[in-house]
RNA sequence: UGUCCUAUAGUAUAAAGGUAGUACAUCUGAUUUUGGUUCAGACUGUCUAGGUUCGAAUCCUGGUAGGACAACCA
């Protein structure tokens, strides 16, 4: 049963509403994007929300365009937009559009017109702000806000039928000018805008304003319970207003806190300018906070819906933590990803006393949380690649790796002891001696030692080449919204390192798009669009906790 | 000098007048053929002043702090 759990305010409000027999118990709740760029993590929250409910309470969730404004909108955002909520993993039960409203909304208008709480406006837009007064001021009516329904119908006519240019009349609501509620001060409900719309083409010229088509299309839908982010408390009372006046369907609008998440933003303003600008390669740059881009990354459906779980419901201001969702994708991840090796940062490891072209197939078990992912096996020879953070010339204490004189096991492998070692003329190590132990074999270990550290390896002679992408945080600062200056300021310029010649095992090279491997102590990966037959490219999708990095910094 | 919203560990989020709990983060220790995982533990909190009540994080009042609102955007 889920009386353990909790409930955020939202569904006791539903849980109320259906026990008082609201709407007969019938909930509908709606995803309504605007499709003017791509769904980013904050989104994915709303989402979550709002088809969570409909699943949670036997209900069921539209997924509605409001396509109002025809010069921001385009049909690839559309198509986005639906990828990306199938890809999360929800259905919604309608596909509608504001703009399949357009009609009904007009005869809205008309009615208000004829009751008197529409009238048509000749004032300029500064006009209109100047008159609007300020929070603490009381508005101006307009010398315009007095003419007969017949003249504002007449008026409101014509405006359709195109007879006025962009900017030269609008049709506003008729409420109160010296409401304290700015939005209460005879908003603007239509205006010309003579474009091409995306769905609509050239029919209107004339297009609602969002405050006469939200509210309006919950109502025709019959939208129960209308929710959105917390900017829009102040529109509540006009969306009560017109759902009064007009006497339809009484959806109610409530209101939770968006997600704001550490080192990322997710104003959509902004993240198209990083776009624009080219700071990233676009909606589905592996660093960006979008759905794509997440999806690129690596990160799972599962992942991002057990984020938006844990990061609950409420209203107030929030900065969550970007390590809750980095700890989602982990924890899933950690269950599911096959492990395999791959060395980034490589130095040669050569074992003198192991017989010169001898081959070995090691079997490694490809995930010990997973006994039923099986095993492969793995070539090993007396040519090795590591990683070049696993030798110190002058290993500090605590330092369970190699350097002359220690020993490591070689995962599923062999134990082996360093010998020497050989630098470059840039004083770069270039290459490690070892000696290794052969009865030290993983499985037929009879050696009788025990070594601190395990470092991983791939044979010289059967590396494939990879290219791998290692993201970091796109800003450099916690709270990139509330920084001081230009956003773009703050971005990271180490948010991407591209390793050309990485070595993997073998067994990659046929690893398809969108795999997600752990790449032994180093993080998860996944396999990247940009593969080519022969060059496998791999993105982060987050590193492994690292204990020892925190440690070595002190 | 308006209206509205909000205030619980570092970050989030529960507790619907009755033991302040959970997760992430951080720190210990154990286990580990990944310095991963797992396990055990530690850490730290009700903005403030009054009031109501046997009893207040919760209800009321005042204060303080943060946020939203003045686009022919959504």
Redesign the pocket.
Same mark, same amino acid.
């Given at each position: 049963m889920s009386e353990e759990k909790?409930?955020?305010?939202i569904e006791?409000i539903i849980?109320e509403d259906i026990a008082n027999g609201t709407h007969g118990g019938r909930v509908l709740t709606r995803f309504p994007p605007?499709p003017n760029g791509y769904l980013h993590i904050g989104h994915a929250k709303s989402i979550c929300l709002n088809f969570g409910l409909a699943l949670k309470y036997n209900g069921q969730t539209n997924l509605r365009f409001?396509d109002?404004?025809p010069i921001?909108e385009d049909t690839e955002y559309v198509d986005s937009i639906k990828q990306d909520i199938q890809w999360l993993g929800f259905n919604w039960a309608n596909e509608f559009y504001a703009s399949d409203y357009f009609e009904q909304l007009y005869t809205f208008a008309c009615k208000l017109i004829e009751q008197g709480y529409a009238y048509v406006d000749d004032?300029?837009?500064e006009e209109?702000?100047a008159m609007?007064g300020?929070?603490?001021e009381p508005g101006k009516e307009s010398p315009y806000r007095n003419r007969s329904a017949a003249e504002n119908l007449d008026l409101f006519t014509q405006m359709r039928e195109g007879k006025f240019k962009?900017?030269e009349k609008?049709l506003r609501a008729k409420v109160d000018m010296s409401a304290?509620?700015?939005?209460m001060r005879d908003p603007?409900i239509y205006?010309?805008r003579h474009a091409h719309h995306h769905r609509t083409g050239d029919t209107w010229c004339i297009?609602p304003?969002?405050d006469f088509a939200?509210g309006q299309s919950d109502s025709i839908e019959q939208i129960t319970h209308s929710v959105c982010t917390?900017?829009?408390?102040?529109?509540r009372p006009l969306y009560d207003w017109f759902i009064e006046k007009l006497n339809i369907f009484p959806s109610h609008q409530y209101e939770f806190?968006r997600l704001n998440m550490t080192y990322a933003i997710m104003s959509k303003r902004k993240l198209l300018q990083l776009v624009n600008e080219n700071h990233v390669t676009g909606w589905d740059d592996p660093r960006m906070p979008t759905i794509s881009g997440l999806r690129r990354r690596g990160y799972t459906p599962d992942s991002i819906r057990q984020f938006c779980e844990? @990061?609950?419901?409420?209203?107030?201001?929030?900065?969550?933590?970007i390590?809750?969702l980095e700890?989602c994708i982990?924890?899933e991840l950690?269950k599911t990803a096959n492990?395999v090796m791959a060395v980034l940062d490589p130095i040669k490891l050569v074992l003198a006393n192991y017989p010169d072209g001898q081959v070995e197939e090691m079997q490694v078990e490809n995930?010990?949380?997973d006994t039923t992912a099986g095993s492969r096996t793995v070539p090993f020879s007396n040519t090795l690649y590591i990683e070049r953070e696993d030798f110190m010339e002058n290993p500090p204490k605590?330092?369970?790796?190699l350097g002359v004189g220690l020993a490591v096991?070689l995962?599923?492998a062999y134990i082996v002891k360093c010998d020497s070692f050989e630098k470059d003329a840039d004083g770069n190590v270039t290459t490690v001696y070892a000696t290794y132990l052969p009865e030290s074999k993983?499985?037929t270990?009879n050696s009788g030692l025990t070594v601190k550290?395990? @470092?991983h390896w791939v044979s010289a002679q059967h590396a494939a080449t990879a290219e791998v992408r290692l993201y970091d945080r796109l800003f450099k600062v916690e709270d990139v919204g509330n920084a001081e200056g230009d956003f773009k300021d703050h971005i990271n310029p180490e948010s991407l390192t591209v390793i050309q010649h990485a070595y993997v095992e073998p067994s990659l090279l046929e690893a398809k798009e969108g795999t997600r491997l752990?790449f032994?102590?180093k993080g998860y990966f996944c396999v990247d669009k940009d593969s080519k037959p022969g060059r496998p490219v791999f993105n982060r999708t987050v590193t492994?906790?690292?204990?020892?990095a925190?440690?070595s910094k002190r």
């Open positions: 909790s409930l955020n305010f006791q849980e605007e409001d109002t404004n921001t004032s300029t837009s209109i702000a609007k300020t929070p603490t962009d900017g609008v304290p509620n700015m939005h603007i205006r010309i297009y304003m969002y939200h917390l900017e829009f408390i102040p529109h806190a844990k @990061i609950g419901v409420a209203k107030r201001d929030n900065l969550i933590d390590s809750l700890f982990r924890e950690n492990r995930n010990p949380e605590k330092f369970f790796r096991r995962k599923s993983s499985g270990d550290g395990t @470092i752990q032994m102590r492994l906790k690292d204990t020892w925190k440690e």
